[in-house]
């Protein structure tokens, strides 16, 4: 059996790992696990936490590629998209990468609650065994103006919120970020309003384009990506996609999210991305892209309109891009 080794995400898309070879990986991967592969360390493809023996979701990776949702835009280099990151819990700079090692992992609990027909708690692993998982490549983009295009692996948040069985009244779901005061030092910064929380209406909330991810790159997600499982919401700004979910609460009160409570002049509940709608201190009309520093316009819904703008007909009174 042939296995590439090159990595699929430092080329441009059109020429990355095609379904295939993914399949056989997987399965030489599974091969690492059961011991049937001599390999060391050392010659495993992926680097990930499997080839350290740590985690136990990591034979789930990699996934099958959806090719529904692939991006005319070269890959983000997996380095750079691992290297710099939003994550204030560990520091308000891009370079906590190495701070979010100390992220505890396990146990990891899920709790699913308010409006819906029976409150539970799930371990991390039971949830994601249960749970359709695939890559799609999607573009993101940053309030403060980079944008980056990487492969998730992980879940439609449509298939969490049907397993939650929310009541018919409830209107948004609230999501909440651990808060580990033993490992995250930004916690202490007492004036930012902890914990890190995100909301979405609940037809954002089971848009098809709304994922759960569980991994990026044909990996386990990354602590400092937001493991184990973080929203990805690719038409709104990144702030949105809160990382290192504990609890999912349906609500019929609109939940207000850590930076919109920080300054909603400049961070408000729907956060779309638009070219037309500058920041209170900066121009959203181009982006930086994390790969090559290139400039290129941004797009409005970030390109995703087909697929979301509908959703927001008839709310022209809100503030639906900042
Ligand atoms: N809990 C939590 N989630 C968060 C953040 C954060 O500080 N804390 N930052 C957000 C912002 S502003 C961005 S741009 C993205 C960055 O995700 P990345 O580091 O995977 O690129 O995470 C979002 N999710
Ligand atoms: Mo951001």
């Not at 070879?21 to 091969?31: D, I, M, P, T």
């Not at 290192?244 to 408000?268: A, H």
């Not at 900066?282 to 520093?293: H, K, Y």
Request: glycine share 6%.
């Amino acid at each position: 059996m042939l296995i590439r080794r090159n990595k699929g995400w430092e080329i441009p898309e059109r020429e990355a790992t095609p379904e295939a070879v993914y399949k056989n990986r997987r399965q030489f991967l599974k091969g690492i696990a059961a011991g049937s592969i001599g390999a060391s360390a050392a010659a495993m493809p992926l680097g990930s936490a499997l080839a350290q023996g740590t985690s136990p979701t990591a034979d789930l990776y990699p996934v099958t590629r959806n090719p529904a949702y692939t991006v005319d835009r070269e890959m983000t280099e997996k380095a750079k998209a691992l290297t710099y990151n939003n994550f204030y819990e560990f520091g308000s700079h891009k370079s906590i990468s190495s701070a979010a090692q100390a992220l505890k992992l396990r146990p990891w609990t899920v709790k699913i609650d308010g409006m819906v027909e029976k409150p539970i708690e799930i371990d991390f692993e039971d949830l994601v065994r249960k749970m359709p998982l695939e890559e799609r490549v999607y573009r993101f983009r940053c309030v403060e103006a980079w944008a980056m295009t990487v492969p998730w692996s992980g879940f439609p948040m449509k298939a969490l919120v049907d397993f939650a069985k929310p009541l018919s009244g409830a209107k948004y779901v609230e999501m909440e970020t651990a808060s580990q005061k033993e490992t995250m030092p930004g916690l202490r910064q007492f004036w930012y309003p902890w914990p890190y929380v995100e909301g979405l209406s609940m037809a954002e909330a089971t848009n098809e384009l709304t994922m759960i991810a569980t991994g990026i790159y044909g990996e386990e997600m990354p602590k400092q990506n937001g493991a184990p499982l973080r929203l990805v919401t690719p038409w709104k700004y990144g702030f949105k996609n809160i990382k290192s979910i504990v609890r999912i609460t349906f609500t019929d009160k609109r939940p207000v999210s850590f930076w919109e409570e920080l300054n909603k002049d400049e961070y408000g509940f729907w956060a779309n991305v638009n070219p037309k709608v500058p920041h209170p201190r900066w121009s959203q009309a181009q982006e930086r892209l994390l790969n090559n520093g290139e400039t290129v316009p941004t797009q409005i819904y970030n390109g995703y309109g087909d697929y979301v703008a509908d959703m927001y007909k008839g709310m022209e009174d809100e503030k639906l891009f900042m």
